[in-house]
């Protein structure tokens, strides 16, 4: 038995001493100088809010071209290190035609998930490659190991600094992404409804949708009408996801406690009914949502001027419309609303929802 364990024992010692001599002679990845940076339109986030994020890479002049398309990596981390969600993009440009001595800066649009948990969040980026083609390239920066390299933090505020909107009339159940069931997405009817409580200040509408104008007998027409006389006339041309930011001015939500939020499409389809027929489907289907959120303009940080419209005067079919739909409504809305998950609480946190993506 002795002598058993000392050839074990001898065994356990030339593996580790071949394992360290191969570690000692394996030259560490040499950097190609390209070094990732984010930054936010504001650094404390409810949950469940957009989040404008720009993007920067600046290539050293002694940086090498990449020798193919890489994918950006951005994950979000808790206080103990587990991914809490991504923001994994292809970046613009493309990573091929990356210069050296160059700086490539862009601007998305993020909708925090809803988790629970609130607290300190820490941000790593870097760039990885389509499965099967290669590794990830060694960057300039702090690197967090895997070369993830640490570039920001951000602080996640409860779910309850948002405005709650009350869904009401127009709305069908919400529904899995096929090919990426931790995205929800629900289905509006021709026209759909919901309210918030007015805040008495300028505010701005965040949608994200889509729709399939293909089934449509012309392109169709989407108008935001927030409250009664201002929104958005939006035409329809693709079935590419869109988002629309809306600025709405304190005066035009008037002086009621609460608001009307409307998605009105100027035409909506039936699956069912179609020639040939897509599938079973006999829901009326109009606006396919993904996010909808009101926040407060003073709260969100700066906004690109680009990307933020202006809520016009409702045009005279608009108005008609809308006043065709409207019915009486209590001062307090009491129509169902979709499920949302608890407020989140700053104790340890609950395992986070695998990402849909594996960098």
């Known amino acids: 038995m002795k002598l058993g364990r000392s050839r074990k024992a001898g065994l356990a010692f030339l593996v580790a001493a071949a394992f360290a001599a191969a570690c000692q002679g394996r030259k560490p990845a040499e950097v190609n100088p390209i070094e990732p940076k984010i930054s936010f339109n504001r650094t404390r986030v409810p949950l469940g809010s957009p989040l404008e994020i720009t993007y920067t890479w ?38 091929s035609q990356w210069e050296p001595g160059k700086t490539y800066t862009y601007t998305r649009t993020k909708f925090v998930p809803i988790y629970p948990y609130v607290g300190d969040v820490e941000v790593r980026m870097g760039l990885y490659p389509h499965p099967g083609r290669g590794e990830r390239p060694a ?24 405005i709650f909107l009350v869904y009401k009339d127009g709305w069908h159940n919400p529904e899995p992404h096929p090919e ?26 965040y949608l994200e949708a889509d729709t399939s104008p293909k089934f449509f007998p012309q392109p169709p027409t989407l108008t935001v009408a927030v409250g009664s006389k201002v929104g958005l006339a939006l035409p329809v041309e693709s079935s590419e996801v869109f988002v629309k930011k809306i600025k709405v001015k304190a005066e035009d939500l008037g ?30 289907l109009g606006l396919l949502k993904y996010q909808l959120y009101v926040g407060e303009a003073d709260k969100l940080g700066p906004l690109s001027g680009k990307e933020v419209v202006d809520a016009t005067a409702l045009s005279a079919d608009a108005l008609k419309a809308l006043a065709a739909a409207k019915v009486p409504v209590a001062k307090t809305p009491v129509a169902k609303a979709p499920a949302t998950k608890a407020p989140a609480t700053k104790a340890a946190p609950a395992k986070a929802t695998p990402p849909a993506k594996k960098s």
């Open 58 to 95: 600046t290539l050293d002049a002694q940086a090498r071209k990449l020798p193919q398309d890489y994918r950006a990596l951005v994950h979000f981390l808790d206080s103990h290190e587990i991914m809490l969600f991504e923001d994994d993009h292809t970046p613009t440009p493309p990573p």
């Open 139 to 162: 960057l300039k920066g702090d690197d967090a190991g895997m070369r993830e390299y640490r570039v920001s933090k951000l602080e996640l505020l409860p779910q309850t600094e948002n």
């Open 180 to 205: 990426n069931p931790a995205v929800e997405r629900t289905w509006t009817k021709k026209e759909a409804l919901v309210s918030f409580k007015n805040p008495k200040k300028d505010v701005v509408v």
């Open 255 to 284: 002086n009621e406690e609460w608001v009307d939020l409307r998605l009105m499409m100027n035409q909506s389809f039936v699956p069912k009914l179609l020639v040939p027929p897509l599938n079973n489907d006999d829901r009326e």
